[in-house]
């Protein structure tokens, strides 16, 4: 069964930096691309990047909103994903999701239960 | 960047009904690139329906996808009480993929 599990949401002022994870299971981590969507309070859902799969090398790629503060990265050996926001703004606070599919050209059949990021003086 | 735009915003309906839920594209999208989510209050979204309209395993056959080009459709045929949530359509036919603004299905 697949699991993802997403921690290290938290208060943060703007500005300030947070780094995500998602505890990937019940996959084959390296064979899958991994991305990251947010959802603001009250709001619909926003992609905000995603990173590929080994056949892929591992391409990352963002959302124009994000571009240049936000980096994903990926631990393979400890079937880890990564969020590192930096320069955070308010209007970056939202729930955030790990999702995961097989490649590009696929939707997210699985998704972790959120993370919450409040960015906040 | 392919916008979507669902409507209506809300739809007030009672258990038994039919619902039917649009999702237009602002630039046309492959059917094999359009799916739809559902999601109910604390919960991450869950899919439904990928390839305009290929149901998601688990998934009754009271949900429908259907369309093509610039316009797609979600129906539920008999609403059931656990039908009532927010559905959000998505393309992933062209990067950014990005989502609808969802349908809220409430319960008149």
Redesign the interface.
């Known amino acids: 069964e697949v699991q993802l599990v997403e921690s290290g949401g938290g208060l943060v002022q703007p500005g300030g930096s947070l780094r995500l994870s998602c505890a990937a299971s019940g996959f084959i981590f390296s064979d899958h691309y991994m991305d990251w969507v947010r959802q603001a309070p009250g709001k619909g859902l926003e992609w905000v990047g995603r990173s590929g799969n080994k056949a892929n090398s591992y391409t990352t790629d963002y959302a124009a909103s994000v571009k240049g503060r936000f980096t994903i990265s990926r631990d393979n050996s400890k079937n880890s994903l990564y969020l590192q926001m930096n320069s955070l703004k308010i209007e970056d606070t939202a729930v955030y999701y790990c999702a995961t599919r097989e490649t590009l050209g696929r939707p997210f059949p699985n998704w972790g239960q959120g993370t919450m990021v409040t960015v906040s003086s | 960047e392919i916008v979507l735009t669902q409507s209506p915003g809300t739809l007030s309906l009672s258990p038994g009904e039919r619902a039917t839920l649009s999702c237009r594209a602002s630039q046309s999208v492959s059917s ?2 359009l ?1 739809w ?1 559902q999601q109910k209050p604390g ?5 439904l329906i ?1 390839a305009s309209s290929t149901r ?2 688990g998934i009754p056959d009271r949900f429908t996808g259907s369309g093509s080009g610039t316009d797609f459709t979600l129906t539920i045929s008999r609403l059931e009480p656990e039908d009532f949530a927010v559905y ?1 359509c ?1 393309q ?2 062209s ?8 349908t809220k299905v409430e319960i008149k």
């Open positions: 094999t690139y799916a989510y919960q991450a979204p869950s899919l990928y998601a395993t959000y998505q992933y036919d990067s950014p993929q990005t989502f609808g603004q969802g």
